[in-house]
């Protein structure tokens, strides 16, 4: 559970606890020390309210036998009940049964550095830590137990330097909130000295630093100090940023609010303006990508609910009575204070509205104690009349910088009547018809024009839900990706407050959308998350050929982190509900309806490739003309094919995607359409494979890829550079084994050029640049300068050895061979023989620690063959008759050939075992691909069968019973 809160993962501590929680109490049951009467209906599948924990703790007071052996169990059951209680950020329950636990503790073991009592002060320190920020009066304990965790762990003579100064830290910040500056201070400096004194990594050493300046800041600031102070928060920003990562750069955005509060306190509001900006920006987009609540991430570093989730910051499911006893405790005044807090920022911004909106959350919080409040909600209603007296300001890229949604009561009042409304709509229709035609640009400008009138906010929700998503999808096409999140953050805080009335959102369309964003940033497991929520949040309202697209998004999502098995379950799930779907058309014969019955897929259960050619020829014959010339049908045939691809049979994907591309032609003119082009890159990356295997297909791949390239260009201008630099890669190595070299260098010079003028990342940048210099040495290699294409290749081994990471260093195995190959044209044997075994050697570790096929490590990085689990890389599920018939085809024979490389590599190594070995895997291959294909194929007579020879699921090969067949034909044309 610890573990869990340290990455915040705080449903998964919680479900870890209960279950602890369950087995303690079935043990302390098991040994009589408490009553088997006790109702412990604590669940992982259900989250425990508080008053529940509250019972139990009585009746542990009251039915525990005080003179049970078990004590120590006991005490742990406390700790974890106590641990409960903290994960539900109730820290003063937490305090009191972390108490009793130590309080046992002390009876069963004497001395204080006992690990179980160091345990239970850690637990104590943390508690009370996050306890004492809403509660002052719970300081002195907070720093008592600081204080000992540190001393403990001192006295142990525990090298643990990163922690003690940590804990030293941790006693400053205290001290400083008991207004302590000088004792504050001592251990600021005490900190300090340990860490420069520390040998640990650069990143702790930062982190603390980082710290240790930002709480010298705090003491200058209180000693008016306010220009050293800004100073060192500057020095404290610089490391943090550093370092600091995913949720954690909340504390950015604190350290900038409190430079732009020195800069007030100098007098220089305009720079304290922009930092303040700044600071809103960062928190809001931190608590808009991990769904934390915008007020919360203002609390210190050491509570909880900073980091937690707004789906489940309320861990607790709380009866009505316990959230009503929470509303007049002191996190409820904590809440109101943060509130208070963010309208006095808005107000010097200038911004009224959410200075006013912020003011009445405040007033909410606070006037659950009206007595200790009173005067401090006195001060805010008069400042809410003051300003409700001045003209509000419209700021509304301010306003879409909060969290939160206005009230329709705060916001200006427009005149609006239904004409500009229907001309809003128009305009919509407009662009949603120039992008169906792939003119996003003009798309873009429609929609913009509806975006940025006056009157946009008065609109009914509806209309600017399909605003919002309508600009998602245009500058997704058009890659701009951060224009893309800020719509859907809009379109997110829209959903959050929703009008009374309004309409549902679609939000499983927003969700696709950001979900194909992801996918282009190469954020692929965020991705699969934003889609996975598009098909919980899909209704009858969401369009039918949504999810197809979504599913096979989130397989192509899979398959880049090479999740091949989960790749393949979204596959047939969506296959599965497709057919569903078919099944409900009337346009469908009975015979296929039956068909479908009898064929079944499940994404329990892989599917055999032959039941997939069944299939195709079933829906070419069972479909009425007026639905197989349908969008549904296309994008069938995109997922059938898609399997087949996963498969690594490329030949039959190829056809599927071709038979998908032949319907979009006929349905969509436009050749711009993103449905088209979503054909073409299938069939590029489809084709580019089968090449390998079948260097006829090279032509047909080098088509597809100029084309999808093209396509590209024409739609982002030349915005999406990474995908259009590899595009070029691609084509140079297809125009190397087709055509001359110096076309092949074109296109790796304008890649390169592309590359310089860039602004793309320094990771791909090296990543292509790393591609683009083993191009060019490929290309020497041809032309016999086998000293320019080893240099080549070195430079391009040194970029690829600074940024890939896990299977995909296997490439850097690769260019270790080119370079052993160059060496041996250069009679250098002694260099290439120590550059093959440092290549065999990697491709060993690699294919060991990832499960990997030696051999077919060796194809071309885009074969997923390459970088597929031994354990699943046969996904097919094959019938014994289409294995054999696989002998026959040319990936049998391409495996044939990768073993005769390797095993003449083993051969100029001088490795006999080896070389026999590989030798023999290949011959195995051969005699058995000849044994096949002279095999005679038969038909049984009494049961006769068409055999069709161009189809691999209708081969026959062998009786079916132990009877002898009577009769044999043969199938001449199958030769």
């Known amino acids: 559970a610890q573990a869990y809160i340290a990455t915040y993962n705080y449903e998964n501590a919680e479900i870890t606890l209960i279950t602890s929680l369950r087995k303690q109490l079935q043990n302390l049951k098991d040994s009589g020390d408490i009553s088997n009467n006790l109702h412990d209906d604590f669940s992982e599948s259900q989250r425990p309210a508080d008053e529940k924990l509250e019972g139990l703790v009585k009746y542990l007071e009251s039915g525990l036998k005080h003179n049970s052996s078990n004590v120590l169990e006991r005490a742990l059951l406390y700790d974890t009940i106590g641990s409960m209680f903290y994960l539900h950020t109730l820290y003063k329950q937490a305090v009191s049964c972390y108490k009793k636990s130590e309080n046992i503790k002390s009876e069963k073991f004497e001395l204080k550095t006992n690990y179980r009592r160091l345990a239970s002060v850690e637990y104590l320190s943390k508690a009370y830590f996050a306890y004492a920020e809403s509660d002052p009066e719970q300081l002195d304990w907070a720093i008592t137990y600081n204080k000992d965790w540190r001393s403990i762990i001192r006295n142990t003579k525990v090298d643990d330097n990163i922690l003690i100064a940590k804990l030293m830290i941790n006693q400053g910040e205290l001290y400083l909130k008991q207004e302590k500056c000088k004792a504050s201070l001592r251990y600021y400096y005490r900190a300090k000295e340990i860490v420069e004194k520390s040998d640990k990594k650069d990143f702790n050493k930062n982190i603390a630093m980082s710290n240790i300046i930002y709480g010298h800041a705090m003491i200058d600031f209180k000693e008016g100090k306010f220009k050293t102070a800004e100073t060192k928060l500057l020095k404290s920003m610089g490391l943090a940023k550093q370092e600091l990562k995913g949720k954690e750069k909340i504390f950015i955005a604190d350290i900038k609010d409190k430079i732009a509060s020195a800069y007030r306190q100098q007098g220089e509001n305009e720079l304290a303006k922009k930092t303040y900006h700044e600071a809103f920006q960062i928190r809001k987009d931190i608590c808009d990508e991990y769904d934390l609540d915008f007020a919360q991430s203002y609390y210190s570093k050491e509570r909880l609910e900073k980091y937690r989730r707004i789906y489940d910051k309320d861990l607790s499911n709380d009866s009505l009575q316990l959230k009503e006893f929470k509303m007049i405790n002191k996190t409820c005044h904590e809440k109101a204070k943060i509130y208070d807090k963010i309208a006095k920022i808005y107000k010097f911004l200038e911004n009224n509205e959410l200075s006013l909106f912020y003011y009445e959350k405040a007033l909410d919080g606070y006037a659950n104690s009206k007595v200790i409040y009173e005067n401090r909600m ?111 953050d809009e379109a997110i805080r829209l959903m959050k407050n929703p009008c009374n009335g309004s309409k549902k959102p679609p939000k499983a369309e927003f969700y696709t959308i950001i979900g194909k964003v992801c996918i282009k940033e190469e954020r692929f497991i965020e991705a699969i998350e934003q889609l996975t929520k598009a098909i919980n949040y899909s209704d009858q309202n969401t369009p039918k050929i949504l999810m197809p697209q979504v599913r096979s998004d989130i397989a192509k999502a899979y398959i880049a982190i090479y999740d091949y098995e989960n790749a393949e379950i979204t596959l047939v799930d969506s296959l599965e509900k497709q057919l569903q779907d078919l099944k409900s058309s009337s346009n469908i014969s009975d015979n296929l309806r039956k068909e479908l019955d009898i064929l079944k897929f499940s994404s329990n259960q892989r599917p055999e490739n032959n039941k997939l050619e069944q299939l195709i020829k079933h829906l070419e014959s069972g479909i009425n003309k007026i639905l197989l010339n349908t969008l549904e049908i296309a994008l069938l045939y995109d997922t059938i094919g898609s399997i087949y691809y996963l498969h690594t049979l490329y030949k039959q994907a190829v056809e599927c995607y071709k038979k998908s591309e032949d319907i979009k032609n006929k349905i969509i003119t436009s050749k711009h359409n993103h449905h088209k082009l979503a054909s073409v890159e299938y069939l590029s990356k489809a084709y580019f494979a089968y090449a390998e295997s079948d260097p006829e297909q090279l032509d047909s791949a080098k088509r597809y890829n100029r084309n999808w390239r093209l396509l590209i260009k024409n739609n982002t201008k030349l915005d999406d550079n990474v995908l259009i630099v590899k595009l070029m890669i691609i084509q140079g190595e297809i125009v190397l084994k087709t055509d001359t070299c110096n076309a092949s260098r074109r296109y790796y010079d304008s890649a390169k050029k592309l590359i310089a003028q860039s602004d793309m990342s320094s990771s ?136 005769e490389k390797i095993a003449e590599i083993y051969k100029i190594l001088e490795d006999d075992d080896f070389f026999s070995l590989y030798t023999k895997k290949a011959l195995d291959i051969k005699h058995e691909r000849r044994r096949q294909t002279r095999k005679q194929i038969y038909t049984i007579e009494e049961e006769p069968s068409v055999v069709n020879c161009n189809d691999s699921s209708s081969i026959y090969i062998g009786p079916t019973s132990s009877q002898s067949p009577p009769g044999i034909r043969f199938v001449n044309n199958y030769f």
């Open 378 to 488: 006195k001060e805010i209603r008069e400042q809410m009349n003051t300003m409700r007296g001045e003209p509000l300001v419209s700021n509304r890229k301010s306003t879409r910088n909060t969290s939160t949604r206005l009230r329709s009561s705060s916001l200006p009042v427009f005149n609006i009547d239904n004409s500009p409304e229907r001309t809003f709509k128009g305009r919509l229709k407009d662009g949603k018809s120039k992008y169906d035609e792939g003119k996003y640009e003009d798309a873009f400008s429609c929609y913009m024009k509806v975006y940025k009138d006056s009157r946009y906010n008065k609109l009914e929700e509806s209309l600017q839900y399909r605003t919002l998503l309508y600009l998602m999808e245009a500058t997704y096409q058009l890659n701009r990706l951060k224009q893309a999140r800020e719509y859907f």
């Open 764 to 899: 791909h940048k090296n990543i292509a640049l790393s591609n683009i210099f083993c191009g060019y040495a490929m290309i020497d290699f041809e032309e016999k300068k086998y000293k320019t294409a080893a240099e080549k290749l070195f430079k391009s081994m040194n970029l690829a050895e600074k940024e890939l990471k896990r299977k995909e260093k296997i490439f850097i195995a690769d260019i270790k061979d080119k370079i052993a190959n160059v060496y041996r044209q250069q009679g250098k044997i002694h260099l290439a023989k120590k550059m093959y075994r440092e290549a065999i050697k990697m491709r060993e570790n690699i294919c060991n620690k990832y499960d990997l096929d030696f051999a077919q490590s060796y194809y071309s990085k885009e074969r997923l063959e390459k970088y597929r689990r031994i354990y699943n890389k046969d996904l097919l599920n094959d019938t014994p008759q289409l294995k054999k018939f696989k002998m026959t085809n040319k990936a049998c024979l391409e495996k044939a050939k990768t073993y």
